[in-house]
Nanobody, 119 residues
Framework: QVQLVESGGGLAQAGGSLRLSCTTSRPTFSRYTMSWFRRGTGKEREFVASISGSGAVTYTADSVKGRFTISRDNDKYTVYLQMNSLNPEDTAVYYC????????????WGQGTQVTVSS
């Protein structure tokens, strides 16, 4: 059983920054693609960014608009989401997830961390 734990959320001002962290219990973490999703109040879950085991990254341009950066530290079993130039529309619960190497679907999810951006 894999456990993912997010941290780093909180309250930020518009234009400010936050860095989210997600630590996994999977020993072979370096082989897995990890992603960040978010769900705002009354909204559907939205893909934000992903990073492969080799470091290839993918972003959702329409929502992120170049403001966020995903990275990973395999030695620390952690994936990060650096969030800059925050605006109130970024307010949401942010989740990290692990992509299955068998089904190519996201099998394990963290509990989420709340990000609130004030204007």
């Amino acid at each position: 059983q894999v456990q993912l734990v997010e941290s780093g959320g909180g309250l930020a001002q518009a234009g400010g920054s936050l860095r989210l962290s997600c630590t996994t219990s999977r020993p072979t973490f370096s082989r897995y693609t990890m992603s960040w999703f978010r769900r705002g109040t009354g909204k559907e879950r939205e893909f934000v960014a992903s990073i492969s085991g080799s470091g290839a990254v993918t972003y959702t341009a329409d929502s992120v608009k170049g403001r966020f950066t995903i990275s990973r530290d395999n030695d620390k079993y952690t994936v990060y989401l650096q969030m800059n130039s925050l605006n109130p529309e970024d307010t949401a619960v942010y989740y990290c997830a692990e992509k299955s190497r068998v089904s190519a679907r996201y099998e394990y999810w963290g509990q989420g961390t709340q990000v609130t951006v004030s204007s």
